[in-house]
């Protein structure tokens, strides 16, 4: 199991960008797949999160009407579309997934459940 996360940058409030996480060794349709973030000196936290072969999907309420969560099956990739970014989104950016965790508004809370992890993309909102 392996995930790229990438497209991180650095934008100006009120900017956008489009974060993707890549998966590798498994279909994204299998597993949901969570973004989480984690700032300077803050604790990592659920950002969003899509579903397995029903892609539902769930916002933390920082981010709800924001960001949004979507999935390519062709190129086995979700992104995380990121509108109105504020300098509070600001923060290194991950994806994860777990081989029996839901995609549910509570699990976006339960960091530790979430076994599989990428890299993570930093994210600056600057002016």
């Known amino acids: 199991v392996q995930l790229q996360a990438s497209g991180g940058g650095l934008v100006q409030p009120g900017g956008s960008l489009r974060l993707s996480c890549r998966a590798s060794?498994?279909?994204?349709?299998?597993?949901?797949i969570g973004w989480f973030r984690q700032a300077p000196g803050k604790e990592r936290e659920g950002v969003a999160c899509?579903?397995?072969?029903?892609?539902?999907?769930n916002y933390a309420s920082s981010v709800k009407g924001r960001f949004t969560i979507s999935k390519d099956r062709a190129k086995n990739t979700v992104y995380l579309q990121m509108n109105r970014l504020e300098p509070e989104d600001a923060a290194v950016y991950y994806c994860?997934?777990?081989?029996?965790?839901?995609?549910?508004?509570?699990?976006?809370?339960?960091?530790?459940?979430?076994?599989?992890w990428g890299q993570g993309t930093q994210v600056t909102v600057s002016s």
């Open positions: 899509i579903g397995r072969s029903d892609a539902s999907t």
């Open positions: 994860a997934t777990d081989f029996e965790t839901p995609c549910e508004i509570e699990t976006l809370g339960w960091i530790h459940r979430w076994d599989y």
């Open positions: 060794a498994f279909s994204i349709d299998s597993y949901p």
